[in-house]
């Protein structure tokens, strides 16, 4: 039986994983009791000369990294930022972002990574909430992030902005040959003046690099804040999940035990490191290791089968959509995956032959994981060597999951459905500045507190996990969690709708897609159509959040109350896409 490190470890022996628990990994963890950055330091003097990242064949060793890091952070001290200030991290996967992040706990902050597709009107609630007076942010998504602040009272503004480019991060040839995809090259190549803000400061990457003030002395340690992931809920509003240190680096060090990861692999970093997948099994778990991450800003298939084939990928941490999208490729032939030894994921069900088709032709077993932004990604996962289809996996290291009953909290036995909930060293510490809905979502069960996610699900025997429903109101689209009250409150700021409810529909590739059920005001009806109401959305959404399909209706159902009945919505669309299957 294993020994009780901390308060948070509990023995698993006496669970059904027990049995099906790989032999050669620990049931829980001591991690490392510093700071997240001195991975990056202890890296940095290990390896001198090692690629610590590589973005279009440009490669930054581990010593750069550091070094970079050091200067941005001492910029940072010198306009202001204190320890547990929180900085804002709007950009697209590139080394900055990495740069910048470390930069930010270097100066005993607190990273605030917001997702590059958001637009004017989604951003301001990420200056206010956490109260936000500097940003690092893309050359491409600056203005975006500078109307939002013009948009705010003076009194909340930023002070200062720090502005990027990508491709100063790439060689000087990239643009000569194939290796940049076509529809990237004015995204990348242009390089676009600084935007102004209103009350504050705008400076360029490359002044920060440059400072020559000193460093601050580093003084944050595991229990303090260190990066405030934003999600949002059933209230529209998004939350910042507090996570210090600890939590993060459990799951770094923990991911890396799990993988077989060591100082060699070289791993595939396409997951958004704004996103706690990208950011803690890609990013943190790669400087942890001294191992090397190949970046790509966005998604594409063949530059994917490119890098994965050029640089001798290993480990791959990806969503299913795009395994299916580099399989279907037309040049897949083209392309070497041999040097894979990892490859798995999260967000939504890997089909079925899909995984078949994998095994047979590469000898690779996709494994899947679970896990949520509070929970510093994987709360489950799959052994490596015995994963199970379309399976949630087993509780991961260090964690207690269990089968409760959603209204009792009692447990549940072997195979009855009810909701899932956790315990470990990987959950967060509650919402910022919320202590109402953090309240909400943990409960005590003999001196453990245990985080509920919402999701309704089963366990088997054997002690795997499977997912069967959600608690929550959520879509899951391609792995990107779309909150519908967000998206309703912003769509009733279009002069033409009178109400609107969001529902998640059965989608072949991306598991389920956004879908409004509008009631539009009587002036507008005839002259508004489907098309106008999605480009609208997404002028004044991410993407992925905006409806691709809009239904028009004379009203929608009501219980007594006259709360939108948004569950019969769904369940009709869900029994529709059923029948027609």
Known sequence: MNQATSTHVVSTDDRPYARVW????????????????????????RYPSKPATVFFDHVMTYPQLLQQAERVAAWLAAH?????????LYLQNCPQFIVAYYAILRANAVVVPVNPMNKTE????????PQARVAIAAADLAPALCAADAALPPEQRLKHLLVLHYRDAMPADAFEGDAVPAAWRDWLATRHPLPALTRGRVADWADALACTDPLP?????PDDLAVLPYTSGTTGLPKGCMHPHRTLMHNAVAAAVWANGTAENVGLLVVPMFHITGMVAGMHTSVYLGATAVIMPRWDRD???????????????NIPTMVIDLLASPHFDQYDLSSLVFIGGGGAA???????????????RYVEGYGLTETAAPSHHNPPDRPQPQCLGVPFI???ARIVDPETLQELPVGETGEIVVSGPMVFDGYWQRPQATAAVFFERRGRRYFRTGDLGRMDEQGYFYITDRLKRMINASGFKVWPAEVEALMYRHPAIAEVCVIGVPDAYRGETVKAVVVLRDSARGTVGEADLIAWCHEHMAAYKAPRIVQFVDA???????KVMWRLLQEAERAAAGATA
Not at 80 to 88: E, M
Request: net charge positive; proline share 8%; hydrophobic share 40%.
């Open 22 to 45: 790989p032999a050669r990994v620990p049931r829980a963890i001591q991690p490392p009791q510093t700071s997240l950055w001195f991975n990056l330091e202890v890296s940095a003097r």
């Open 80 to 88: 202001g930022v204190q320890r547990g200030d929180r900085v804002i």
């Open 122 to 129: 989604e951003l301001g609630h990420y200056i206010t909430d």
């Open 217 to 221: 002395p580093h003084t944050v340690g």
């Open 303 to 317: 530059l994917a089968g490119r890098l994965i084939s050029r640089w001798r990928v290993t480990h791959w941490t």
């Open 350 to 364: 890997m089909p079925a032959a899909v995984a078949q088709r994998l095994f047979e032709q590469f000898g690779l």
């Open 398 to 400: 260090g964690c207690d």
């Open 556 to 562: 929608l159902p009501k219980s007594g109350s006259g």
